[in-house]
């Protein structure tokens, strides 16, 4: 079994120091889990004035007191944390989910499908979509909008994800139509955390859900309250990719009849 626990909170833009304390605190909270997802830019809000206003907030990996902070927070609390990172390489900015392990370990996803503005502030993520270990299972990271385009979703399945971490700055519900469907049709678990407040005018809508292998949402935070969402998962449930007695999710496909994918 495994405990998720789903942090939702109102990061404030540009204030590095409130949100990384912010954070901690929540943290405790969610102490007994193994694994924590937090939302997308967590360390930084969302809705940057432009490139220069995020590019003066980033940071690299290694060198940020917010990654130091869910480092050790993960070796001491024994648990794995995925966080939102506004991440910088040399001049390049990336909307980065992290993933800290218990004994030390940081891995990374990038952002591949930018939505709207992050277009001229981000570059696109080149790491691809990797799948790593957590607790004996397999778990892949996608961010917020990357969730419209089911291509994602189905090539983690193919490498073995049971589970998927969303972080997220969703600003509408539409999510909860395509994400329980990808949970569907993938027979996986997935762990959508938004974030809620407001940046500069934009609203951000909570609501912060959790899906199992049938489509089910397993738990749901409020539109604009701060909490830990807790869900307990058996994620050997995912191994099981049998829609009906004669059908498998992924060895039904018939990827000669999908060339007109590529
Ligand atoms: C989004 O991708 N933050 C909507």
Redesign the pocket.
Known sequence: MLQVAQIQFAPRLGDLDYNLKRVAELLKQAAAADLVVIP?LANSG?NFTGRSHALELASGVGKSDFTEMLRETSRRQNQYIVSGFLESEDEELFNTSLLFSPGGSIEKYRKIHL?LN?KDIFSKGNLGLPVFEVNGFKMGML???DYLFPEVWRIMALKGADLIAHP????TYKAFKVVPAQATINRIFIFTTNRTGADRGLSFSGRSFAVDPEGEIIGEASVSDEEVLLTTIDPVLARNKMLTERNHVLNDRFPEDYRELL
Do not use: K
Not at 168 to 171: G, I, K, R
């Open positions: 997308e969302y939505f992050e961010i917020c909008f997220s700055n969703l600003v």
